[in-house]
Every structure is written in structure tokens, then in C-alpha cells.
């Protein structure tokens, strides 16, 4: 029987070792589910914000396409309106000129004679005089058609109607140079924002990805807990076994203990009996003994 309570006994301490080390691992997967769940809080705060950001940004370059898109609206009609003045120019200035310059050849037809007598200096052989007296002469029409521009300039600076509609023309044309700075400029401002936005979504999509993963091992760390968990409630359970045995064990140990004396102490009484019996004396240990085992 003393063996069996030892072998069990021993038992019972492996059984205890064995419970504080599955509580330490069930502590540490509490801690890492902790950590981990706190990092992934995280990771969801930032990315909340990173995607808000990167809205933020897409909002603002489709509001900055939609102003882009009217403006160009505007571009157009302003084009529309500097052509039309562009037309009534070139119609007033060759008005101008075909008054003015009515007595002497038009510079469209010198330029015509000049293209012709370069194509004859390049495409035909000619003696050195004759090559001499054609470069002179496409010489003299060059000098000819730059007097004449100048002759023109000076003709359509002076009339009033050309000059009245060449303000209306660069008034408009500064307009529209203005439009097109203002245009480019939101241009440039919308392919940051497109870029940031890029960003800030690729940002997003990384930190949701660590989120995920935080997330995963969050879990992973819960379900090995409640598994160290559940391994302490079954050594738990086990150690009660196990006490509720050495409880028993020593409860019958204790009573054959008791059985054991009470026979030695009525085999010491009958023996004292039995010199009472014959008249021997006894002593006052002996009458104790007597009484104990129930013999006075």
C-alpha cells in the first residue's frame, strides 16, 4: 500500500509540474493575443485613416478634373471667339494692303517667282553669268519682299479698324493664355493629388495586409491559449483524481494502523489477564491497558 501512495504521490508532482508549465504557456498566448489584437487596433486605426486620406485626395482630383473640364469648356469658346477675330483681322489687313499696295505686285506672287527661280538655280546647269545674273536677281526679290512686309506693317499700323480689332484680338488672346497657365496649373494639381492618392491607396492596402496578418496571429495565439486553457482544467481535474486516490490510500492506511494497534494493545491485555487471573500483581500501566482494551 505505501508503495502505491509513493507511485502515486509521484504521479501527483509530475502532474503539478506539468500544470504550471501549460499555465505559463496559457499566460504567454494571453499576452501575444494581447499584443497582437493591440497591434492590429492599430494597423485598423491607420489604415481608417490612410484610406480616408486617400478618398480625400480622389475627391479632390475629381473636383480638380471637373474645374479642368469646365475651364476647357471656356478654352473653347474663347478659341472659337479669337478665330473669329484672327478671320476678321486677316480680312481688314488684306483690305488694307490690296488698297495700299493696289499698283505694285503682291508679295504671294514674289514669293511665287522666287520659289521658281531657286528651283531653276538647283535643277538646271547655267553657265557663271547667267547663274551670277540669277542670284542677282533672287537677291533683289528678297530685298523686294522684306521692303514690302515692312511697307504692309506700316500700312495696316496706321489704319485705325485694324488697329482696333488687333487690341480686341490680343485682349482676347491674353485671355485665353491666361486660361491655359490657369488650366496647366490645376493640370499639375491634379496629377499630385492622382499621385497621392496612388499612394496613400497602396499605403492603405499595405497596412490592411499587416492588419490581416495581426489579426491571423491574433487568433492563432487565442486558439493556443484556450488549448493550454483546456489542458489546465484537464490537469486540474486529474490532480483531483489523483487526491481524492491518496485521500482514500491514506484513510485505509490510517485505519489498518488503528487495527493494528488495537490488536497488539488486546493481545498485551489478555496476557495482563491472564497474570491477574493467577493473582499476580499488577501494575498501574497494566490496569491503563486493561481499561483501554476493555478488559475492566
Known sequence: MTEVLENIEEKYDSKKKELEIH???RERFFKDAEDWEQKRDELNKQ?????????????????????????????????????????????????????KASERPS???????????EMKQQTQNLTKEKEDELIEEIRKLHAMIERYKKEEEEFVKNDREYQEKKAEYLSIKIKLDELNQKINGLIAEREQAHQQAMELFEQAYQSKAKSDEAHQNYINALQKAKEEDDRV??????????????????????????????????????????KFKKGEPLTTEDILILQKAGFL
Open 107 to 117: 508679295i504671294k506672287s514674289l514669293k511665287k517667282r522666287l520659289e521658281d527661280l
Open 233 to 274: 482544467k484537464e490537469i486540474i481535474k486529474e490532480l483531483k483524481d489523483y487526491e481524492k486516490i491518496i485521500v482514500a490510500i491514506r484513510q485505509t492506511q490510517t485505519t489498518q494502523k488503528k487495527q493494528e494497534r488495537e490488536t497488539e494493545l488486546k493481545k498485551v491485555a489478555e496476557d495482563i489477564y491472564e
Open 47 to 99: 489604415t481608417k485613416e490612410l484610406f480616408a486620406r486617400a478618398n480625400e485626395a480622389k475627391e479632390r482630383r475629381e473636383k480638380l478634373n471637373e474645374e479642368i473640364r469646365n475651364l476647357k469648356s471656356q478654352k473653347d469658346e474663347i478659341l472659337k471667339e479669337l478665330m473669329l477675330k484672327r478671320d476678321e483681322l486677316k480680312e481688314i489687313r488684306d483690305k488694307v494692303i490690296r488698297v
Open 23 to 25: 499555465r505559463s504557456s
